[in-house]
């Protein structure tokens, strides 16, 4: 069995986490690398850049293989070439390396030469890569978003998910501004990316990771200091944070203990409180109804892709039925913890319409008196586009020269007196 060198280590763990994605259906989770610190992170950011490029890569393996090799080869084959053609790492190691993961197995031993052979033909020929049409997402999602935003809007999109999400973080009201950070006009601090934990006032809980897009639907809902706000499905935590760091009297609800302990962690690093309720919204009733109700409602993420690589590897289209159906029922529940006259932000980091403006638009028709906030979106720092029907759409090709942002739809909604 061949040493595992220092560059080997973090190729490994990245066959774990295609492995964890692909064979068990599981998310991308840097834990299941088997590995920590900066080889965990490799591992993961290997795995993330092989997921985006994987159409590709089989296509050009199809192209010189006559036969499907064993799911572990695929993987060594496909880990080795986004390495090589969109990392633009050095072949000779790339090569070595795949070489040493296909002995390190019994069951894959004899196709080393295979992978030997295959790799040193199209080390060189990057052309023939080039020449590969890029990267799209699958039919299942392709299609709505094609309906929904145009052709040309479905391939910035795309191009969009390529490109590695920077780091954003919500600064508490006052906190110091890190100087490596770019200030966003929404608010947000972005920076390329970096050990969260080892940045300047993560100890001192002085912000919180959340992508800039996440962060605007609490903007919504303007001064809240003093008010009683419902956080429903709260996990993990980062718009309970703003609302308690705003002055509200927060109430976070999900239905998991699990992730309500990360709400607990998060609020207790960052120094601020919350009331925690672990319970089913569908089945909860609060003893007085709020001044206002968040709901991010759960859904498909699609908008979080370029996050979120495994995503389209994972979701398939019937997912979207059980979900939105999940939502209309979130959404008619939340209206009546409300009080009169008070405000329901509906939110969901969807770029499909069904879990959107469609859920909007039929709750309207459902409620009669309940009406919809006409949203500015450059009230919030974000470009005249991100109007959308009934509330703001923002998609992941906003601000190309920033880096982007996730994909959301969210809305207003204004409860009769």
């Avoid at 965990?40 to 993330?48: C, H, S, V, Y």
């Avoid at 070439?81 to 070595?96: C, K, Q, S, Y």
């Avoid at 979130?330 to 959107?356: H, M």
């Amino acid at each position: 069995m061949p040493d595992l060198s220092d560059s080997l280590t973090p190729r490994r763990g990245a066959l774990r986490l295609l492995a964890h994605v692909l064979r068990d259906g599981r998310m991308l989770d840097g834990a299941a690398s088997g590995l920590d610190g900066p080889a965990a992170a490799r591992a993961l950011r290997l795995a993330g850049l092989t997921l985006r490029h994987m159409g590709r890569a089989d296509a050009l393996l199809k192209s010189r293989i006559d036969r499907q090799p064993a799911a572990r080869i695929r993987d060594i084959l496909r880990l080795a070439l986004a390495e090589l053609f969109e990392d633009n790492a050095a072949p000779h190691g790339v090569v070595h390396d795949a070489v040493a993961l296909a002995r390190i197995s019994p069951r894959t031993v004899k196709q080393a030469g295979l992978v030997n052979a295959v790799l040193r033909g199209l080390a060189e020929d990057r052309a023939a890569w080039d020449a590969l049409p890029p990267p799209t997402l699958p039919p299942w999602l392709r299609k709505p978003l094609a309906k929904a935003w145009g052709r040309d809007r479905l391939e910035a999109i795309e191009a969009a998910h390529l490109r590695p999400a920077p780091l954003d973080l919500t600064p508490k009201p006052g906190a110091a501004l890190l100087p490596e950070a770019e200030a966003l006009p929404t608010g947000s601090l972005r920076l390329s990316g970096g050990q969260v934990s080892a940045l300047p006032g993560y100890a001192e809980g002085e912000w919180w990771v959340q992508d800039a897009a996440a962060a605007i639907p609490v903007r919504l809902l303007g001064d809240v200091a003093g008010q009683r706000v419902l956080d429903l499905c709260a996990a993990p935590g980062g718009k309970t944070m703003q609302l308690a760091a705003a002055g509200a009297d927060v109430s976070a609800l999900d239905i998991s203990e699990k992730r309500l302990a990360r709400v607990t962690e998060n609020l207790t690093r960052t120094k601020l409180h919350a009331t925690n309720i672990c319970a089913d919204a569908l089945t909860w009733t609060p003893d007085t109804p709020y001044d206002a109700v968040l709901l991010d409602a759960p859904c498909t993420a699609t908008g979080t892709i370029r996050r979120h690589p495994d995503l389209p590897h994972l979701r398939e289209a019937r997912d979207t039925e059980a979900l939105t159906r999940l939502q209309f029922q979130l959404l008619d529940r939340a209206l009546t913890f409300v009080k009169p006259g008070g405000i329901l932000i509906f939110c969901t980091c969807s770029l499909l319409p069904v879990e959107g403006e469609h859920q909007i638009t039929a709750a309207l028709k459902r409620h009669p008196g309940l009406t919809a906030d006409a949203l500015d979106p450059t009230d919030y720092g974000l470009p005249a586009d991100a109007a959308g029907t009934h509330g703001l759409r923002l998609l992941p090709d906003l601000w190309p020269d920033r880096g982007g942002m996730d994909g959301f739809y969210m809305a207003r909604l204004r409860l009769p007196a």
